[in-house]
């Protein structure tokens, strides 16, 4: 065995037995990751984050994934010609627009994320299962609405998005069979809904994984996305914030642009029963690693 070699083995031994402490924490505890921004475009770091996911598993931790794919969808409507139009960041999603996000969202994405985990998972046979909100009634949704103010009248006027849904009830009992099977299962959620009617709508997959969380009662959710967590005025990275830190800084114009959605989905979470959501850099090679089972953290957490 070569000198570099051993400090090698003696570093990674310390990391793991400074990892203990949180790895008992974790331990039989849900965790909901939200996936999705730019990482899900890039094999090798989709690879790199199913076999974090697969390693969550194997230490005893409950990994549940809510993906996103907002840019896929828009690359094949651009394909078929179709053009996206967005109000207060949501997409106006009329009929054929729902086809094909949820040809993309419960076909294509879905199930390469879930074959990704089963590929990563093969020696310890541990294996993605994909589904959608629309499997055995796992979201019930309601249309949203939306209003915005008229240039010419100063009024606020109804906006219809069409097929854009909201949680309006989450039924968990098939993604707790899953997490609890003797198999080791890991659900990937496609962010795809039902009306009680049985027509079908999509929604942003940070308030689905938002919806899920609260309803299995998970320790933590993962917002995984392409920035660092939450800045503050000077641009350095807050550690922590309570719900209330998170009101004001968007109250304040701290949180701006795309930050803004992410921290009311955080608040809800919280306010819902989650213990704390942390929203961070997923492009990072094992964020999720570092965030659970180290001092620091990776990203901003967000808590009662």
Known sequence: MSEVTEEQGWATAKTLA???????????????????????????????????????????VHPVVVHGGGPQISAWLAKAGVKSTFVDGLRVTDEATMEVAEMVLSGAINKEIASWITQAGAEADVRGVGLSGKDARLITVDKVQRTRKDPDSDEEKMVDLGFVGEPKKIDPKMI????????????????????????????????????????????????????????????????????????????????????????ETAIAAVEAGVEAVVILDGRRPHAMLVELFSEHGAGTLICK
């Open 176 to 263: 707790e069979a899953l997490i609890y099977a003797e198999q080791d299962y890991i659900p990937v959620i496609a962010p795809i809904g039902v009306s009680e009617a049985g027509e079908t709508y999509n929604i942003n997959a940070d308030t689905v994984a938002g919806a899920l969380a609260g309803a299995l009662g998970a320790k933590r959710m993962l917002l995984l996305t392409d920035v660092a967590g939450v800045l503050d005025k000077n641009g350095a990275l807050m550690r922590q914030m309570t719900v209330a830190e998170a009101q004001a800084a968007i109250a304040t114009g701290v949180a701006t642009g795309g930050m803004i959605p992410k921290l």
């Open 18 to 60: 400074e990892a203990l402490p949180y790895i008992q924490i974790y331990d039989r505890e849900t965790v909901v990751i939200k996936y999705g921004g730019h990482a899900m475009g890039e094999d090798e770091v989709a690879k790199l984050f199913a076999a974090d996911a697969v390693l969550l598993k194997m230490l005893g």
